[in-house]
């Protein structure tokens, strides 16, 4: 399926917040309400919105956010699936990524744990899981991120800033969260549906999803896209800047907030201390980011790996 910057104007939409009324977002997009949902419908059956989603801030709950690389070799695709496989049952585990060798680092693991000590099991649990495969891993943890999606997709529209720092202490039932892990699963499934599922009402379920989103644990609802199928790839730094050059480290953090090829930066704690995702659609663009970052940072740069996202496990 060929996209359309009409069709990127309605995944623009989606991504602020999927669950707003299509009709809502035909009217921005000034289309016909019908030609929205068919747009929407093709786009889904072709593969380019894999699934609808939420983005939760565990930074409230009381949860440390954990990034973990790892550098792997001698895995063919049956295996891979195998280990993936057996990662679904760690609870901790947010997200993973398969990554291009364009650096040593094949695989990206995003981990959400209440303290270093479970941080260190899980990190080793998934070590473990790949055995002699291992060459190599880092990791390090998050201080703030700011998440900025596929801002890329409308660069002259408001697009929506998740931002993810501090720790809180908010305690949720069992209820709260199921719902949640539903949610993340399929953000798209009605209070109804979620009801009968967990053997609540309508009503009670829809009054927990917006406590949810008053307290700002659930930040987004957004479909989980296919950004190779979009024309996009995505590429990243882990760089281990000097904290001296505060300035040219916030100058970064300035350029991210404004370039709609932004994803994601993080400044963490850790041998590394930023973390910077962004789309490109040609050479020509990843020239200009590569070119960009090294000329806001220069020589406060005292580490750093260039790595390219192959695709997302979950």
Known sequence: MKVDETDKLILFELVQDSRKPVSHIAKTVDL???????????????????????????????????????????????????????????????????????????????????????????????????????????SFQSVKSHIYFAKILNPKGKAKVDIKEGLGDIRLDKTDWKIIRSLKKNSKITALDLGLKLGLNASSISKRINSLKKEGIIQRFYPLLDIKKLGYSEYGFIIRANPLQKEKIEKLVAFAEKDPRSVILTKSAGHFNLHYDFLVEDDNSLSDMLHKVDEILGNGILEGHKIKVDSMIS
Request: aromatic share 12%; proline share 2%; hydrophobic share 30%.
């Open 32 to 138: 016909p309400q019908q030609t929205t949902s068919r747009r929407i419908a093709n786009m889904e059956k072709a593969g380019i919105i894999k699934k609808y989603t939420i983005d939760v801030d565990y930074h409230k709950l009381g949860f440390d956010k954990h990034s973990l690389y790892l550098d792997l070799q001698g895995i063919n695709k049956k295996d891979m699936d195998g280990y993936l496989d057996r990662m679904k049952n760690i609870e901790e585990v947010s997200c993973r990524y398969t990554l291009h060798p364009v650096s040593k680092w094949t695989f990206y693991v995003s981990i959400w744990t209440s303290d270093i000590k479970r941080y260190n099991e899980v990190q080793s649990e998934i070590i473990d899981i790949f055995g002699d495969h291992v060459r190599d891993y880092l």
